[in-house]
């Protein structure tokens, strides 16, 4: 396993490059008709804008493969400091009729986890934010051991205790606010909790009180934006130094790009989510135009089947919304292509922060892992599971203090 520096190093390396390329990949192409960088990247934007469609998907699904961007951008560099090792599962996983009453994904994700998560001997097993306790139930089946899981819906709780009793697993789901100060009650050097996509501060919230407590964790991590802070303040000193040094600063919408990928989704529903983006698109110009403002409107989300049938309904919609009073003249055919044209191109040129996506994930877990060794605990990074099962892969997990008598310090 790679040693502390090591992971300090990449940190590092990350820190300056998210601060030197931040200009290219935080504006948003959707929110802009021209983009800021352009005119001081011609080049990129050339390469990006001639390529194909084939071309364009190839490069979402990887951005760090034979990569045309590698002219303009740090391509393999990047590629390097994202590679992280896919952590050996201990022994076999749990078996398959584990899986009743978990989605077929999730369940794919928990038996990834259980054999992964290296639960230590002796200590009590707690899992944070349990929802109804899939993986508690899976921990204590494969383990033979109790397990508490922590939950703030009571109702999430009752259904969960009702699961693992039909299945004998020795589960406790307790109704806890992880963020309330009584929270830290669970949390002993004797304790060794799991979390499986934990939000923005309720990982946060763990890795605090671990670092506190001295109790291990296995943790993957999720929605890094989901934080009642408006500005990323790291958790370690390490990357407190480096932001401060390079000037790194991130709100909570550059967060958010680190888990904004394109999932595969069926084809039909990639299809509809392309119109709707084009139509987007095709309602900014127009409330550029009404408005006499060249400025980007935010316009609100629609769920998936609320969509009008039309452009032209769309954009009435929108305005509604925005309250906005549209001509009765619109040319909606000229709108709807111009939507269109625009996609195109704000496809291509999202390309530059699809680069950048990795990077940030894996520079935030980096700012966790660094927070806890800070902390005394000695930290593993890696994958617990492929991409295609679910983006957010990656798990640290630490072994106890290294120290045996932490607690008196
Ligand atoms: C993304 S789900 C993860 C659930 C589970 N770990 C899994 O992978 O299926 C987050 C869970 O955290 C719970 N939660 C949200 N805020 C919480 C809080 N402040 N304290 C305890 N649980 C919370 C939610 O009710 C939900 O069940």
Redesign the pocket.
Known sequence: MPDTSYHAERFARLTELLAEWQPLWQPMPFQHRRLPWRSTYPGLADTLLSLDDDACTRLQADPFCASPLAEHLPVAELAALVELPELPAEGPGPPAPWAEHMGGR?WQQVAAFVPRMAALPNVRLVEW???KG??SRTLARHLERDVTG????TA?CRDGEALAERQGARVQLAQ????APDAARWLTADTQVAA????GD?HERLIELAAERGSAVSLAP?CYHRTANAHYRPLSQQGRELVAEHGLSLSREDLAMAVQETVTAPRHVRRHRERANAWRLGFDALQRQVRGRDAYLPVPSLAYGRMPDSFAGFCRWAAERKGLTLPTDVDWHAFEQQGQQRLAEVTRLELVRHLFRRPLEVWLVLDRQRRLEEAGFRVELGTFCDRELTPRNLLLRTSRHPSPDWETH
Do not use: M, Y
């Open positions: 999730k934010c349990a929802g899939h993986l922590l939950e703030w819906q999430l806890q606010d992880v963020l499986l996509h934990a939000c309720l999720c």
